[in-house]
């Protein structure tokens, strides 16, 4: 006879032991880790200048601020973008005065006039779109004023997670200003061991318990399992 431990049924119902019938049962693995919540990298934003100038007006000033896209988020006075503003204005009025036959000038010529006044208006207005002041050729249309300063927007909805903005601040062209995040859809980052990769498969269903907030478990889908693992604790 095998070593066997003997005990009474007043024992066993203390410790809990209990005894079914042996039968096939599919084997489920249940692998407990600590994550932590971390925005998507997916939506991560990065608001900065593409030209010299400074900061007059500070809209976005904390941390943690939420922005709608589209949002004016600081004022800047910009050398170049004022300048290109004084061109477009110089070219608008060009244009204004080809419409208009030139005394003693062909028909042709005339045309000719009308098509490079189009085309440097044209080029001046992309150039103000290329340094994110689009919107001010058609408030120069209207006033014919330039203006001193100009916005940047917001390119998402989202938080402000970061700000190096300051007023008064000289920037100079592809300097940070924002660092935003559309905090929707965020991503759950789970640390679990080594030995335990060979249960993990993408697309698995993973239930999120969070510290200090009630409510049922959330679910989610295993979407990605990093190709390293930690060194010093594998």
Known sequence: MPPMAMITPEQAK???????????????????????VAPDETRLATVTTKTEG??????????????????????????????????????????NASVKPLE???????????????DLLAAARQRLTLLDAGGLASQLEKTGKPSRTYALTSPVNGFVIARQATLGMRVMPGEKLYDLADLSTVWVLAD???????????????????TGVGGPSLTAKVAQIYPVIAGDTR
């Open 192 to 210: 679990v061991y080594e030995e335990n990769l060979p249960y993990f498969r993408e697309g698995q269903t993973a239930l999120i318990t969070l």
């Open 104 to 118: 003693g000038s062909s028909g042709e010529f005339a045309g000719l006039v009308a098509s490079d006044s189009r």
């Open 14 to 36: 203390i410790i809990g032991v209990t005894a079914t019938k042996a039968e096939l049962r599919p084997f489920k693995v249940f692998i407990r880790g600590t994550g932590r």
């Open 54 to 95: 400074f900061i007059e007006r500070l809209l976005a000033d904390h941390t943690g601020q939420e922005v709608r896209k589209g949002q004016p988020l600081v004022e800047l006075y910009s050398p170049e973008v004022y300048a290109v503003q004084l061109e477009y204005l110089n070219l608008l009025r060009w244009k």
